[in-house]
């Protein structure tokens, strides 16, 4: 109905075109939302309309025409009843939690709804970009198992929801936790057995050892990188690896580039190998024989 | 309690005696977790070992390291990157391609 085709007495206005008019207002503000979702707060919202409508309809001077006096009510009061709670044409997602708290289902399953797509890409990335996926198991059916265990976990926990944070963030951290926790059911606690590499295997010749993957050369550097970021000590082993095999001088010359005797050189490997690998198995959950 | 020895010498390669070699293999027999130490070792040496010869390979021949790991994976062989006119492409259709490889101790 437009504005513009409201005619008659004021009196007559609320029955002939008020409740409608405020129907469409909410239909189009809240558009991206779900029917129930609207319709709750037209239902919501129409005993209040309605006393405040009787209100104001005595101020009413018929300066302008009652269709721009309606429309211009209608706006106003939308805009101090959901000002805050609907944006982009959908109710905020920190609103649908609280209907949720107060048991309108509805908008919990508008909440997941909302959420299913993004928590797949979410954990898609956080699995992808952190390398959880142990090297054991099938990438995309990890995700779609932390994927499934995330959706569970926010319909399960939403009222612990302190609204500290938005609420986008707090399901993030829940995707980056049943990231790791799934990584770790599988590595981390040893609930699948690793494999190791044979003592025949390790009696090959050196270069076998070459990573040929990308992605795992990749994580090599990330895991040089983190380990840099520990300190001076580390910094120096580091830079003894790479004077060693990437540059390939030998041992004596390393340790008088990077100002140690060669027995100290020796120790500063042994600690230090122990430290990346450990780092690789923390951080990536690869050990030796996955990188 | 460690009873785990230091295997970093036996897993660089280092010089140790024929005693201390035996008795690292002689644990790393029954100790998974000491063999995957040594395969962590040698991992990471081997590939740092191969990016610095493809490194010195590629600043020889005035390419980038991409462009030479791309040529490898063509299987085009150094000859070929060395024979090319500077500047110029190099035919993925040359015969008998030799993919570089680390040269063997």
């Known amino acids: ?291 | 309690m460690n009873s785990h020895p230091d295997i970093t010498p036996y897993a660089q390669f280092d010089p140790i005696t024929g005693a201390e070699a035996a008795r690292i293999e002689e644990h790393l027999e029954q100790c998974g977790e000491c063999r995957d130490r040594v395969v962590f070792i040698r991992k990471t040496n081997a590939t740092l070992q191969h990016q610095g010869r493809i490194a010195r390979v590629a600043k020889a021949l005035g390419i980038t390291v991409a462009k030479l790991k791309r040529e490898m994976q063509l299987g085009t062989s150094i000859a070929a990157l060395i024979d090319r006119p500077p500047e110029s492409p190099v035919r993925s259709s040359q015969p008998q391609p030799e993919p570089i490889a680390p040269a063997k101790k």
């Not at chain 1, 239909?27 to 309309?49: G, N, Q, V």
């Not at chain 1, 982009?88 to 908008?107: H, K, M, S, T, Y």
């Not at chain 1, 302190?162 to 926790?181: G, P």
């Not at chain 1, 270069?207 to 990188?225: G, P, Q, S, T």
Request: hydrophobic share 40%.
């Open chain 1, 1 to 291: 109905m437009a504005a513009s085709t409201i005619q008659g007495s004021p009196e007559e206005s609320w029955e002939k075109y008020a409740v409608e008019l405020l129907h469409e207002r909410l239909a189009k503000l809240m558009s991206a939302s779900s029917e129930p979702i609207r319709d709750h707060y037209e239902e919501t919202l129409l005993p209040e309309f309605k006393r405040r409508y009787i209100e104001e309809i005595k101020n009413y001077d018929r300066r302008n025409s009652l269709a721009i006096w309606l429309g211009d009510f209608i706006k106003n009061f939308l805009a101090a009843k959901l000002g805050n709670v609907v944006k982009g044409r959908q109710v905020i997602d920190e609103e649908l939690v609280r209907l949720a708290n107060a048991g309108f289902e509805l908008a919990l399953a508008e909440l997941m709804a909302r959420y299913s797509q993004i928590i797949d890409k979410t954990v898609s990335a956080i699995v992808w970009k952190n390398h959880k996926c142990p090297p054991s198991q099938d990438q995309r059916t990890f995700v779609e198992d932390v994927a499934s265990e995330v959706k569970l976990q926010v319909v399960r926990n939403f009222p612990t929801y302190q609204f500290e944070s938005s609420f986008k963030s707090w399901v993030h951290s829940i995707c980056e936790n049943e990231s790791e926790n799934a990584r770790r059911k599988i590595q981390g606690q040893g609930h699948v057995e690793r494999h190791y590499v044979s003592l025949e295997e390790l009696l090959q010749e050196p270069y076998a050892f070459v990573i040929r993957n990308e992605e795992h050369v990749d994580i090599l550097h990330k895991i040089f990188e983190i380990h840099v970021g520990q300190g001076e000590r580390a910094q120096k082993s580091l830079n003894a690896l790479f004077l060693r095999f990437f540059d390939g001088y030998p041992n004596k010359e390393v340790a008088a580039k990077v100002g140690l005797t060669v027995g100290s050189l020796y120790q500063l490997y042994s600690d230090d190998y122990e430290a990346l690998r450990q780092i690789s198995i923390d951080n990536f959950g690869f050990t030796g024989t996955d990188l």
